[in-house]
């Protein structure tokens, strides 16, 4: 694709190697709601071409180079916003950090406010966590640059979906009939929000267990098999990905307890037997060893936790990429 | 000693109080209607204004609920602006809430906003008092006081009593005063801190959820209170099916209780909420389409009395927000009429007489204020409807000084030709041929 690009902009790919002239059709990816099923597909083709990238001695290519990226934290994140930023250094972007306590909002400024002056400073990329859903909506209306929303609230965390997408396709090869069984907090959860769009559109077989407590209302209209029985969440599954429970949570009377949430949910090696003898155990992180999941299970063979952090970097540097050097609007 | 008196000759009036629908005349003396009648007689020289053609003349519209914000929260609206928007969405009174900075909970702010309203020289004020001291829910205000001071009725603002008990009194004490009480009905323990209708659509959104229960156990609640202590009760902005069957059940046991829908929540639902924007976020939510087709119901069989446009400025930094920090309201005085017209007269659901009975007749009677009718010696107040003018909403001309309007845009049939106060114009639409001659309906001649 490359080789067609506008010589004007330089040569975004640089020397990576990629099977495809097509970019994404809009300018930013607030939610896994906006993209098609051969969208997502793209960027699952486009993050394996950057694993590559990270394996080599020198982890850079020059494809965003003298592109300018932020990452505009609004809410505390380890995780995300370190996968993002060495995502732009290997595809060697300009990458400036705002996190909340660095942010003109301690000083009261408003949001709108934050992202007009940012934008009045041209950056190509703006990275978006914030703890109000639809944060990332309003930045793309105020501003030119693309916007990816990295977490939004309860609404949607589509780059995690993404690299679960990937991380289950490289142990499963397919998503079409795989039981893919979503345990936790589903309520709060931005991570099962995106999973859930995600794996509908590639034709994954969903399985939704929580307490009742913790389940989203009108559940019989997002089209998924819901369950309170771990047993048979379990049963039969492919995948099983676990959710953190909050500890503030029991403050809002959804769980009693984390000792009776840990024994009626919590993912053991015992509970385990029931699954898939090739079952996979994700989790966004961070973990609560010994809520959702037993240490036992997050270290054991079935783990593929450190897999999707790896995978975190890759899924990033192909969104970053489609959305900054291969967009053809 | 001259009378000064104006003939308003060939319209068709809609006045169901005196069984009038059809081609009158109505004189207006000194601020009065004087003669209601077809081809009335009157004494040279009089002067005539010719009603245009194809408008239609009701007694006055009463907008049962308005947040006028001032004082307190004059960046947001001003008593003087208010009315001028209520002036142009045909309103010649309106029902003033009591939840401005400081509460209108006191005598003092009663008369303020009479004074400032009687310098606007637009449309009536009836201040609607709190029913507890600064809207705390704690301690009952001295609602003899308020009634001595102007207030028609008292309310809760913007927030439930939740003290079952202080509710009882309250209705108790306001009835002896001769007053009704105006309820928002919400259980905040069971909404929580929520931004929209708990469902489907919230959940998808990752929005917290404002159930419709929430809603409903309290109209139970205070229905029921009704019932106990014969106090009149009014639900304010009524907006889902559970409440309608409470308020239903309750006039079925004869208990003195009404209630009014707004505009937006019978013709908008949560499904309006993707995109997150703010101008949407009311309380209470727009709900799901089950709720819109029960209170288009509610409006037919009667269950429903008023129409209240639940007018709730905001200054337009304030609403540029994210969504789940953006405040509650919809400034609806400058729609309410076009939105009736298009959504409920033309497409069937409603008669126009059933549309005076909502927006003129039973809010005069609840609130127990003059208007309702133009029978003779009634006070000139006289909206004068265009049903099929072309209207597209522009909430960049409103006279609000809000914009946080969904319906800006909207292309809608049916407005507002002219607003009559006490006999004098308030307001005429320079876009209905012929609306220009009711300027000549002044008391300053």
């Known amino acids: ?329 | 000693m001259s009378l000064h008196s104006i003939l308003l000759k060939g319209g068709w009036v809609i006045d169901p109080v005196n069984g009038i629908d059809g081609e009158a005349d109505i004189l207006l003396e000194d601020g009065h209607v004087t003669q209601l009648g077809p081809e009335l007689k009157v004494r040279p020289g009089t002067p005539v204004v010719e009603v245009p053609q194809g408008c239609v003349l009701c007694p006055g519209f009463i907008d049962m609920r308005v947040h006028l914000s001032e004082p307190g929260y004059e960046h947001k609206e001003t008593v003087s602006t208010g009315l001028a928007a209520a002036a142009a969405g045909g309103f010649t009174a309106v029902a003033s809430m009591p939840n401005t900075e400081p509460v209108n909970d006191d005598a003092g702010i009663t008369g303020l906003v009479l004074a400032k309203a009687a310098e606007a020289e637009l449309v009536r004020v009836h201040p609607v008092g709190a029913v507890t001291r600064g809207l705390a829910g704690e301690r009952l205000a001295e609602l003899g006081e308020l009634r001595e001071a102007g207030c028609v009725a008292v309310s809760n603002g913007v927030r439930s009593v939740a003290d079952a008990n202080l509710m009882r009194r309250v209705l108790e004490y306001a009835s002896m005063c001769g007053m009704a009480v105006i309820d928002h009905c919400e259980d905040v323990l069971l909404t929580q801190d929520g931004v929209a209708n708990d469902g489907f659509q919230a959940a998808a959104l990752g929005l917290r959820g404002m159930p419709s229960a929430a809603e409903d156990i309290f109209v139970e609640r205070d229905v029921t209170l009704s019932g106990m202590t014969g106090a009149p009760l009014h639900i304010a902005h009524l907006s889902t099916r559970g409440a309608l069957e409470a308020v239903r059940s309750g006039k079925a046991r004869d208990f003195p209780v009404s209630c009014e829908v707004t505009p937006h929540h019978l013709t908008l639902t949560d499904d309006r909420l993707d995109g997150y924007d703010t101008n949407y976020k009311v309380n209470p939510p727009l709900r799901e389409q089950q709720d819109v087709e029960a209170l288009l119901q509610g409006l037919q069989d009667g269950t429903i009395d008023c129409i209240a446009s639940d007018h709730e400025p905001h200054h337009y930094d304030e609403k540029l927000v994210e969504f789940d920090r953006a405040p509650f309201g919809i400034a609806g005085l400058e729609t309410v009429v076009s939105i009736c017209l298009d959504r409920l007269i033309h497409p069937g659901y409603l008669s126009l007489t059933r549309l005076v009975e909502l927006l003129a007749i039973n809010p005069a009677r609840i609130l127990g204020v003059v208007g309702g009718s133009l029978g003779v010696g009634s006070p000139a107040d006289i909206t004068v409807l265009a049903p099929d003018l072309p209207v597209t909403v522009n909430a960049g001309e409103f006279r609000s000084l809000a914009r946080n309007t969904p319906f800006d845009g909207w292309a809608l049939r049916g407005g507002v030709a002219a607003s009559i106060v006490g006999g004098r114009t308030v307001y005429s639409n320079s876009s209905v041929d012929g609306a220009v001659e009711f300027e000549t309906v002044t008391s300053d001649q």
């Open chain 1, 1 to 329: 694709m490359s080789q067609q690009a506008d010589s004007s902009l330089g040569d975004p790919a640089g020397p990576l190697v990629l099977g495809t002239t097509v970019g994404l059709r809009t300018k930013d990816l607030l939610g896994i709601g906006d993209l098609s099923s051969e969208e997502i597909l793209l960027i699952l083709d486009t993050a394996e071409a950057m694993k590559e990238v990270g394996t080599r001695p020198i982890k850079k290519v020059p494809a965003l180079r003298g592109r300018t990226v932020v990452n505009l934290f609004f809410e505390p994140s380890t995780r995300t916003r370190m996968s993002f930023e060495i995502a732009e250094k290997r595809l060697s972007a300009d990458t400036l950090n705002m996190t909340a306590s660095g942010l003109s909002v301690v000083k009261g400024e408003t949001l709108v406010d934050t992202v007009r002056n940012l934008g009045a400073m041209a950056p190509d990329l703006i990275i978006v966590r914030h703890a109000s859903a639809g944060a990332g909506h309003v930045v793309a209306r105020l501003c030119s640059a693309g916007v990816i929303n990295a977490g939004d609230g309860m609404h949607e965390h589509p780059t995690q979906a993404l690299l679960d997408a990937l991380t289950i396709r490289q142990h499963k090869g397919r998503f079409d009939g795989l039981k893919v069984s979503i345990i936790g907090d589903l309520l709060h959860s931005r991570v099962f929000r995106s999973n859930l769009l995600l794996l509908q559109k590639l034709g994954a077989d969903v399985c939704a267990c929580a307490p009742t407590t913790l389940m989203l209302s009108g559940m019989n209209r997002f089209g998924v098999r819901s369950t309170t029985s771990v047993d048979e969440a379990v049963d039969g599954a492919d995948v099983i990905m676990l959710l953190r429970i909050q500890l503030e949570r029991m403050r809002g009377h959804f769980i009693p307890s984390l000792r009776e949430y840990f024994q009626r949910f919590g993912m053991t090696t015992d509970r385990l037997r029931l699954a898939k003898p090739d079952v996979i155990i994700m989790h966004p992180g961070p973990l609560n060893r010994g809520v959702e999941i037993a240490s036992e299970v997050a270290d054991g063979p079935y783990s593929v936790i450190l897999e999707q952090v790896a995978n975190g970097v890759a899924v990033r540097m192909a969104v970053l990429y489609l959305l900054a050097g291969g967009h053809q609007g």
